[in-house]
């Protein structure tokens, strides 16, 4: 069972950025694909990016071209890189395995929250 670590969230104006960071445990994380999901205030929890093991990426139409996900096996980590962000990207952000199948335990997650 992987455990997983968010962090990196935070206030910050509309147009602004962010970097999330996922810290994972397990020797076989790299065997894994991940993904970043979000689940905004009353809102289902969806996925924003994805990210197999060899590093193919997909993205939710919402975050295409704002979003970049990018992991280091070395390190057991997932990062998203934020930037124009949007008053609807407010949300707590958590990363799991992908598809959602394969999802196990969920961490605390990081808020993001974009105000003006």
């Known amino acids: 069972q992987v455990q997983l670590v968010e962090s990196g969230g935070g206030l910050v104006q509309p147009g602004g950025s962010l970097r999330l960071s996922c810290a994972a445990s397990g020797s076989i994380f790299r065997l894994y694909a991940m993904g970043w999901y979000r689940q905004g205030p009353g809102k289902q929890r969806e996925l924003v990016a994805s990210?197999?093991?060899?590093?193919?990426?997909n993205y939710a139409d919402s975050v295409k071209g704002r979003f970049t996900i990018s992991r280091d096996n070395v390190a057991n980590t997932v990062y998203l890189q934020m930037r124009s962000l949007k008053l609807e990207d407010t949300a707590v952000y958590y990363c799991?395995?992908?598809?959602?199948?394969?999802?196990?335990?969920w961490g605390q997650g990081t808020q993001v929250t974009v105000s003006s």
């Open positions: 799991n395995r992908v598809p959602r199948s394969n999802v196990g335990s």
């Open positions: 990210i197999t093991s060899g590093s193919s990426t």
